[in-house]
């Protein structure tokens, strides 16, 4: 199998997107690897470390590995959004495809001094394992939103300069980037976010040479999705809309069936409410 570098960089010249998804269960697991196997695409399964404590660390590398073994297709695992370095060397150690050390919270320098150490300790382990850095903060939940989170801000000034983000590159030796370029995490009640700013992907992809990753996909318009993708983003995450869709099939299926008891039957319509959805963005993001 090819590594998930490969994987990028075919994406990249391909203009199209490799899908990260966020999963909490094991049916997130089947969900968004059936989706993928389905449509023959590469596709990363990503953990926050509140997901990755609820599946347990080991046990996620083992399944996803496992599954990936069964179905014989690329399915990646990501460390998503990882805090400090004792976690990140949890998930290197691990042994998980790419990690992100989000520093998007700190002030400048701390940011750079955490990523610089990430990427030492994650090639010195791995020297196939992706470190993806956080420039520009755009929140930390994937929930629904009554109103953009607080210190998040829209507006191109506040937005990641190409300026910054080439000497972040420079500076920390990370493999991809996730700016501030409009985008938030979580999505509005209303399921409409704010538009992309696309001139500012294309500025900071030329800036810093590397594939940018775009966060927080939820809510955001196909029409932006495909000229983010045009313009240098080579992997787009999504996790509130699949939490929606969990929750909205296992809702309906326990109104409609109260007497029914057994999971795996309770489950088989939340599992595939959410490879529904991945398969939908999937096509989008692959131009299928
Ligand atoms: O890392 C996870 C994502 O950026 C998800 O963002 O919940 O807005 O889709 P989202
Ligand atoms: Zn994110």
Excluded: C
Aim: glycine share 8%; net charge negative; aromatic share 6%.
């Amino acid at each position: 199998m090819k590594t998930l570098h490969e994987y990028v960089i075919e994406a990249e010249a391909k203009k199209v997107a490799i899908g990260h998804f966020n999963i909490s269960n094991m049916e997130g697991a089947w969900a968004v690897s059936r989706a993928a196997k389905n449509l023959n695409v590469p596709v990363i399964i990503g953990v926050s470390e509140g997901e990755r404590d609820f599946l347990g660390v080991a046990q996620t590398r083992a399944i996803v590995s496992s599954i990936q073994k069964e179905l014989d297709h690329p399915i990646f695992l990501n460390a998503d959004h990882t805090y400090s370095l004792d976690r990140v060397k949890e998930a290197v150690d691990a042994g998980f495809d790419s990690v992100i050390i989000d520093g998007a919270k700190l002030n400048a320098e701390e940011n750079l001094k955490i990523t610089k150490e990430a990427v030492q300790y994650a090639k010195s382990k791995n020297i196939n394992i992706l470190v993806e850095g956080e420039l520009g903060y755009i929140g930390q939940s994937s929930k629904i939103l009554d109103a953009i989170p607080e210190g998040v801000f829209t507006d191109v000034d506040s937005l990641t300069s190409a300026q910054n983000a080439a000497e972040f590159v420079k500076e920390t030796g990370i493999d991809m980037l996730a700016p501030a370029v409009g985008n938030i995490h979580g999505m509005l009640k209303g399921g409409v976010d704010p538009n992309l700013n696309i001139k500012r992907i294309a500025e900071i992809r030329a800036a810093t040479g590397i594939p940018l990753v775009l966060h927080g996909g939820s809510g955001n318009s196909a029409e932006d999705f495909v000229q983010a993708i045009e313009m240098g983003i080579a992997i787009v995450h999504i996790n509130t809309e699949l939490r929606v869709a969990f929750r909205d099939a296992l809702k309906k299926e326990l109104q409609d069936n109260p007497d029914e008891v057994a999971p795996y039957k309770i489950m088989k319509s939340p599992l595939l409410a959410m490879q529904k959805l991945v398969e939908d963005k999937l096509k989008l993001f692959n131009k299928l």
